[in-house]
């Protein structure tokens, strides 16, 4: 079912696209441009205007749709559980060694320096 309903989301995907780009550009983005009607504020609605809304929301239906079906499909165990690995990962039981070559921080004012090379 979550295929079907994939399928058709990009199908709407794509058909709203085309829609969009073939239409004419009236300048109804920002408020800018548009020509004639200035005073009138709303533009007479088209049939591709009008089907531009239709595959709109036929689009966000099928989005809804996929993300209940998606919600319904998800599984409560981990990956780590279904791939039967150790769910916390191993500690040492030793305490990691400091090493030797670690500076101490001097109690004079001077500038740290770094360490010679031998």
Do not use: Y
Request: hydrophobic letters at 45%.
């Amino acid at each position: 079912m979550s295929n079907v309903t994939l399928v058709v989301h990009l199908i709407l995907a794509l058909v709203l696209i085309g829609i969009v780009l073939i239409q004419r550009s009236e300048g109804g983005g920002l408020g800018i441009g548009g020509g004639g009607n200035l005073m009138t504020g709303r533009q007479a609605a088209t049939a591709l205007g009008k089907l531009t809304w239709v595959f709109a929301i036929a689009f966000l239906a099928t989005s809804i749709t996929l993300t209940i079906l998606s919600a319904r499909n998800l599984s409560s165990d981990s990956v780590l559980e279904r791939l039967g690995g150790p769910l916390t990962e191993s500690v040492p039981e030793e305490p990691l060694s400091l090493g030797t070559d670690l500076l101490v921080p001097q109690a004079t004012d001077e500038p740290a320096l770094p360490p010679k090379a031998e």
